[in-house]
């Protein structure tokens, strides 16, 4: 349990033998809904990304891998849900979590996640780590900065590929505006091996409260406006 992670409050099986899960009830939006439906400030951001490392930084701790970080798995809190019109964060949908303490449903070498926010280690099989969910919460920082994925293609196996082998056009070339200090860490969560991204979730927190200091508590700065077209159903 933490935060910024969703709750399950119950789980059992009905008399039918339906298994059921009774999660907190939420109000707001996605992330991934926010970014493609109006600007959103670079303030914003930063905050929602460091509740979203302290949560993930919770789950690593505890030899949880969550293997599905993306926009549409980060909710943000409105009012309704409690927030009293601060922003909060919730970490959606640890279904194909790794365990580390658990006995494996899945094989080794077997693809787990969603395409676009896939680590090269993900997708060549190699074991679950905790520099997958930092890659992952890298590409979802470039998409919220640039208004789309570093690595888009005509199908998912050639998004995949792009993951192993090609390099993410830098955000100083897209977003020019971008804090020299934020470009450099979401270059940093993208690198190709994981031994050149950043250790953790909480250095990578500590890097984004920098920049947040540089911005000032009254920077309103926007983050890209919603591109023309949405990308592919996640």
């Known amino acids: 349990r933490h ?41 914003v ?12 930084g919770a789950a690593h701790e505890v030899g949880i891998v969550h ?15 409690g927030g009293g019109g601060a922003i909060r964060v919730k970490l959606l949908d640890f279904g194909i979590a790794f365990i580390k303490s658990e006995v494996q449903l899945t094989q080794p070498g077997q693809v787990m996640g969603t395409p676009y926010y896939m680590s090269p280690e993900a997708v060549t099989g190699l074991p679950a780590a905790a520099a997958m969910d930092i890659y992952a919460l890298g590409i979802t920082m470039y998409e919220a900065l640039c208004g789309e994925v ?3 293609g005509p199908n998912f196996t050639e998004v995949l590929m792009k993951h192993v082998t090609d390099r ?18 979401v270059g940093r969560c993208i690198e190709k091996k994981p031994v050149d991204r950043p250790l953790n ?5 500590e890097e984004l409260r920098a920049v947040l200091r540089e ?6 700065r926007s983050v890209a406006p919603p591109p023309p077209p949405l990308p592919p159903s996640r």
């Open 3 to 43: 935060p910024n992670v969703l709750d399950v409050i119950d789980l059992g099986e009905m008399d039918s033998g339906r298994l059921y899960l009774v999660m907190e009830l939420l109000a707001g939006e996605t992330l991934f809904h926010r970014i493609y439906s109006r600007p959103l400030p670079l303030s």
């Open 45 to 56: 951001l930063l905050e929602t990304m460091i509740e979203v490392c302290e949560g993930l």
């Open 67 to 81: 293997r599905n970080v993306s926009p549409a798995n980060i909710f943000l809190l409105g009012p309704e849900s």
């Open 150 to 152: 570093p690595f888009s």
């Open 168 to 185: 993410a056009r830098p955000i100083e070339e897209r977003r020019p505006d971008t804090p020299p200090r934020l470009a450099s860490l």
């Open 201 to 205: 979730m909480g250095e990578i927190a």
């Open 215 to 220: 911005l000032g508590k009254r920077a309103h």
